[in-house]
């Protein structure tokens, strides 16, 4: 799963195998950020887009918060909405078994 969040001024483009144990984690040190967008993707998707932005880079995973970089992620692969009470790492998973 890759997603993006903003914090400040700031976006992070960033890749987890279960989004919500990630943000649950992330909270502890950045209670003020925000989720804006979630999809499927990898390690190598997360890489493609920190090159796709590089010119808008702050610091490691971060980019200054502009149209361009909100709107490449956006743009960037399939998006997907998961809408369930079932565990959403075990539907990731299952979601990466079948594609």
Known sequence: MIYLIKSGNYL???????????????KTHNPNYQLLSYKLGTRTDEKSLHDLCKEYHYNNEWFYDTSFVRETFENYGKKIKIKSTIDEC???TYLNTIS
């Open 12 to 26: 992070k483009i960033g890749f987890s195998k279960c989004l919500q144990k990630r943000l649950n984690a992330y």
């Open 90 to 92: 075990r539907i990731i």
